[in-house]
């Protein structure tokens, strides 16, 4: 029998969302105890806020992910459980989260939320608990100067080596075709700025000038003075460290103003499903780096693929593949030690992920001391009304597109 209950609970006067995913054979004499009953896991995700529209994403993938196990027989015979709570996209209610599904709720595993800022914080509460503490969406290299034993980032790369591939690519065109400037505008959020300084670090490092270099706070909704400042600039380059809606508010902005860039990078906005039409389908040449393709030759890939789309009615996207990726290293640590309770097991998994590859959805996973992942980020670029992947070159589904058309 399948079973999804969703339950809803008041916390301190806030609404928290609290999923319960059991999808598993059901049976009359089964109990609770270890060993016998289902494997929970607990989750805190920015369902509301400012990170609401990934951190969604994200609950899909792990919903994904739970479903795909418990239709193949669970984990160590046990079904999977997730508990999801809503952390309103605010770092203090992140830590109440895990404290609770910690401390109160007794869940045997916990995952990471969306975003570095919620991510920091949570992987403290689940380092004192001494828990395993595999995260989907904290790329900024503060997360990996914390300190943490226990931390491993589910993804190919780190914020600042997102656009590696694209910074070697802007270097190595012609000197008579390589652009002379560049305009930052970025989150005051660790990944965003993380992502755009990585790549501002490299191209001025190669000779490119940075002519505007803008830090906006994250609830910023008017970009008409950034918008300005960088069209005033006749920047050849733009990078946007964005989230989604900030992305989407600055390029309509400068679209207002008629800038035409020769080159435009932003940090996930540009792989949303809701990005073409939010800009006015104007997306021939935006770039963005991304570490999932739906058409990765990966082998768990296809099936991904094929079943998201059967339980959510879409193909995944980032979001979703982080989400479902954290699950896979999760579980494959899990299967390898035999156990997945609080306590002495959780020393047990973080140990073989330290000395071991897990392959992924986004490909083979390993990581350094610091939980930072081995790997590097693909370059997808918006071509005739579709977004592929342009770099690095034995992997490209189409040829990077240089001058970016009008917009």
């Known amino acids: 029998m399948s079973i999804t209950s969703f339950r809803a609970r008041f916390s301190t006067g806030l609404l928290a969302t609290s999923l319960m ?19 929970t896991i607990g989750i805190s995700l920015p369902l509301t806020g400012d990170f609401a529209e990934p951190g969604k994403g994200v609950q899909q993938g792990y919903e994904a992910w739970a479903k795909i196990v418990n239709d193949n027989g669970g ?24 404290e609770q599904l910690i401390g109160q709720d007794q869940v045997d595993l916990v995952v990471g939320p969306f975003s570095t800022r919620l991510v920091v914080p949570a992987a403290r509460v689940a380092e004192e608990y001494d828990m395993l503490f595999v995260e989907p969406a904290g790329a900024a290299k503060e997360v990996f100067e914390q300190g943490f034993e226990n931390l491993f980032y589910a993804a190919p790369a780190v914020a600042n080596d997102h656009y590696n591939h694209l910074a070697e690519k802007i270097l190595a065109l012609p000197a008579d075709q390589r652009p002379k400037t ?13 992502t755009a300084y990585g790549l ?53 902005a400068l679209q207002q103003l008629g800038y035409q860039p020769k080159l435009a990078a932003f940090s996930t906005a540009p792989t949303n499903p809701e990005f073409a039409a939010a800009i006015g389908d104007k997306t021939e040449g935006v770039l963005s780096p991304t570490g999932y393709s739906q058409d990765a030759p990966y082998p768990s ?17 980032e979001d979703q593949a982080n989400g479902y990726t954290t699950g896979q290293v999760v579980a494959a640590a899990v299967t390898a030690a035999g156990c997945a309770e609080q306590g002495e097991c959780q020393q047990k998994l973080i140990d073989w992920l330290r000395a071991n590859t897990v392959e992924t959805v986004v490909g083979p996973l390993s990581w350094d001391e610091t939980g930072k992942p081995k790997g590097a980020h693909m370059i997808q670029q918006w071509i005739g009304g579709d977004i592929k992947i342009v770099l690095p070159e034995d992997v490209k589904e189409a040829d990077f597109l240089f001058p970016k058309p009008a917009w």
Do not use: H, W
């Open 21 to 39: 995913i059991s999808l598993g054979a059901c049976s009359g004499d089964s109990d609770d105890s270890a060993g016998d009953g289902p494997i």
């Open 75 to 98: 984990l160590l015979g046990r079904q999977v459980e997730l508990t999801i709570l809503d952390d309103q996209s605010n770092a203090d209610r992140v830590v109440a989260d895990y």
């Open 182 to 194: 560049a305009a930052y505008a970025a989150m005051d959020d660790p990944f965003a700025q993380g």
């Open 200 to 252: 501002k670090e490299k191209l001025e490092a190669g000779g490119i000038e940075t002519v505007v270099d803008e830090v906006y706070p994250p609830n910023t909704t008017d970009f008409s003075g950034i918008a300005a400042k960088i069209a005033d600039a006749k920047a050849d380059v733009l990078v946007g460290g964005s989230q989604y809606q900030d992305g989407v508010n600055l390029i309509v």
């Open 301 to 317: 890939n296809s099936e991904f693929v094929e079943k998201f789309t059967a339980q959510f009615g879409v193909p995944p996207e």
